[in-house]
């Protein structure tokens, strides 16, 4: 049987690579895992071999601290909960990052840009976020929350106590990607495990991170700086993110294609008023396909939008391209999800890691299945003079990373 695992990617383990790209230090950059969500997720960083940032993990379980693989390692709380975690409620998680909050001051002091990821809905995420945020802020960094919110058989409790630490979140964030759990159940088969489910969340959060990370720290064929990304970024509310990947004839394109609608994620590329994209691949990858996936998402996005994009060579993924894209600057729209559930075909395990979705043919992928919400969105502003993007106006929603 094929081996495979949650790298739906096709990027590696750190252990099984003998080379990495090198990376420039430009920004002071940390990731900050708040409770067991977010551990989890800045695990699964480090053994991806994300580079040219800081990790650290925060939580109020001295057990599940531990077990962490970062460096870095702050316990929430430790005379409030003696190391026993929040017991699922975030006023407790709240409290027990204020407790420590000299100790965070620390950590985060001279950072230039500041990620903090957790699963929301859980007491140590839900309510030490928003302050590790507020204090990212206060101290000047540019501050992004890369959650997600819980699945919906996890409770209405849980899922209440998420959207109030959302709403607390996005109140000391810069830009806030959320990604629902939920969305996972419509591209899986029921026998997919809840083990491997929750590991395609964690790669879904690595790839956010990296994603914006990787075209600062990473010299490419088009770079970025940090004050390119600010400007897409700082105060620019709520997020979206997208990615994609593709192979063989027209790869860049269908990665382009797959980036920008992912069912992963609950609205469209369309009112963005800021657009960061990154474009990764081999040696291989040309000047022109770089430019044909940059003037795939450029028809899509209203002509007043900040664009700004970055290429990075990695030799460990040649063959391929995978693309990135982190739109910002509008109010997420709640997509009605009746229509969605019939319109997508389930997947094996093995498929779903693997981006197996379908043949990778251009004509596979332009003939997905829409998962357009059944309400009115707004359109494009896209110019009438196109080609090949013509087809861009017809696409809402493929499967989630078809190869």
Not at 51 to 57: I, L, M, R
Not at 118 to 125: K, L, R, S, V
Not at 250 to 268: H, V
Not at 286 to 295: D, G, R, S, W
């Amino acid at each position: 049987m094929e081996n495979f695992g949650p790298d739906i990617f096709g990027r590696r383990d750190k252990e099984q690579d003998t080379e990495t790209p090198q990376v420039s230090n430009v920004a002071d950059i940390k990731v900050i895992g708040a409770g067991g969500g977010g551990g989890n997720a800045v695990n699964r960083m480090i053994k991806a071999g994300l580079t040219g940032v800081d990790f650290w993990a925060m939580n109020t379980d001295a057990q599940v601290l531990k077990m962490s693989l970062a460096e870095n390692k702050i316990q929430l709380g430790g005379k409030l909960t003696e190391g026993l975690g929040a017991g699922g409620d975030p006023s407790v998680g709240e409290k027990a990052a204020e407790e420590t909050r000299d100790q965070i001051v620390q950590a985060l002091d001279g950072a230039d840009m500041v990620f903090v990821t957790a699963g929301m809905g859980g007491g140590t995420g839900t309510g030490a976020a928003p302050v590790v945020a507020k204090i990212a802020k206060e101290l000047g960094a540019l501050t992004i929350g890369v959650v997600t919110k819980p699945f919906s058989f996890e409770g209405k409790r849980r899922m209440n106590q998420a959207m109030q630490g959302l709403e607390k979140l996005k109140e000391t964030v810069d830009a806030l990607i959320v990604i629902p759990n939920d969305k996972l159940l419509e591209v899986v088969e029921r026998r997919t495990t809840m083990k491997e489910a929750f590991q395609v969340v964690d790669e879904v959060l690595l790839r956010g991170v990296q994603g914006i990370s990787d075209i600062i720290t990473v010299p490419g064929m088009i770079n970025v700086d940090f004050a390119d990304v600010k400007a897409v970024m700082q105060s620019s509310g709520s997020a979206l993110m997208g990615i994609g990947r593709g192979t063989g004839e027209g790869r860049a394109m269908e990665a382009a294609k797959l980036a920008i609608n992912s069912p992963l994620l609950e609205t469209s590329i369309n009112g963005a008023s800021g657009i960061i994209m990154n474009v990764t691949g081999g040696s291989d990858m040309t000047l022109h396909e770089v430019t044909e996936a940059a003037q795939v998402i450029h028809d899509a996005i209203a002509e007043d939008a900040i664009f700004t994009f970055g290429s990075v060579i990695d030799d460990r993924i040649q063959g391929e391209i995978q693309i990135t894209v982190i739109a910002t600057g509008f109010e997420m729209k709640t997509p009605d999800m009746g229509n969605k559930k019939e319109a997508v075909k389930s997947l094996s395990a093995a498929d779903f890691f693997s981006g197996s979705f379908n043949t990778g043919s251009a004509s596979a992928t332009n003939s997905a299945p829409s998962l357009a919400p059944s309400t009115p969105q707004p359109k494009p502003a896209i110019s009438p003079q196109k080609s090949q993007n013509d087809l861009m106006s017809i696409i809402d929603i493929p499967p989630f990373l078809q190869k």
